[in-house]
T-cell receptor, first 113, second 113 residues
Framework: DQQVKQNSPSLSVQEGRISILNCDYT??????FLWYKKYPAEGPTFLIS?????DKNEDGRFTVFLNKSAKHLSLHIVPSQPGDSAVYFC????????????FGQGTTLQVKP | KAGVTQTPRYLIKTRGQQVTLSCSPI?????VSWYQQTPGQGLQFLFE???????NKGNFPGRFSGRQFSNSRSEMNVSTLELGDSALYLC????????????FGPGTRLLVL
């Protein structure tokens, strides 16, 4: 049972444009969501998170949007840079079980110069 | 602060052997979680330790075990290794309980021959 899904395995965008990565979840108990960036053979690097009491959170070029009714979140990167090329994972957890993150399968982002 | 450290970074074992991986969390972090990453299954939760107690366990066989010491350092052990245990094993730490971000180490790459 895939509780967190990233339906797009890959995404390619031009440098300077917006990158939008999507994530869907099925468990309505999730109340904390995170995005991580990962390079091969390295650990995931935390990017940004959002609590279910919010619908938007910004940090520099990164913005995460949460639509609870649709059980959908998205990560916007503006402007995209070649150094953003990596695999992006969304993850979810819920109160009382925050030590356990449920990850999506990841989306490979390629930003072309 | 220093980040999460994991040792060793690379390991080669043969089937039937056992292996112990080590994780040192960020100073002050009391929660340590372990994850397995494989190409087929993605990032999957193994278990979580908090104040030397296992709080959560993922859906892995009993060959996978772990522990946490009083200084929050953690070890995981895999006994009777199988070829399918070849993976990147990731450790993550967080400071406390509620909606806390997990920070990952670089991982240990295990190859079982």
């Amino acid at each position: 049972d895939q509780q967190v899904k990233q339906n797009s395995p890959s995404l390619s965008v031009q440098e300077g444009r917006i990158s939008i990565l999507n994530c869907d979840y099925t468990n309505s108990m999730f109340d904390y969501f995170l995005w991580y960036k990962k390079y091969p053979a390295e650990g995931p690097t935390f990017l940004i998170s959002i609590s279910s009491i919010k619908d938007k959170n910004e940090d520099g070029r990164f913005t995460v949007f949460l639509n609870k009714s649709a059980k959908h979140l998205s990560l916007h990167i503006v402007p995209s840079q070649p150094g953003d090329s990596a695999v992006y994972f969304c993850a979810a957890s819920f109160s009382g079980n925050t030590g356990k993150l449920i990850f999506g399968q990841g989306t490979t982002l390629q930003v072309k110069p | 602060k220093a980040g999460v450290t994991q040792t060793p970074r690379y390991l080669i074992k043969t089937r039937g052997q056992q292996v112990t991986l080590s994780c040192s969390p960020i100073s002050g972090h009391r929660s340590v979680s372990w994850y397995q990453q494989t190409p087929g299954q993605g990032l999957q939760f193994l278990f979580e330790y908090f104040s030397e107690t296992q709080r959560n366990k993922g859906n892995f066989p009993g060959r996978f075990s772990g522990r946490q010491f009083s200084n929050s350092r953690s070890e995981m052990n895999v006994s009777t290794l199988e070829l399918g245990d070849s993976a990147l094993y990731l450790c993550a730490s967080s400071e406390r309980d509620y909606q806390e971000t997990q920070y990952f180490g670089p991982g240990t790459r295990l190859l079982v021959l």
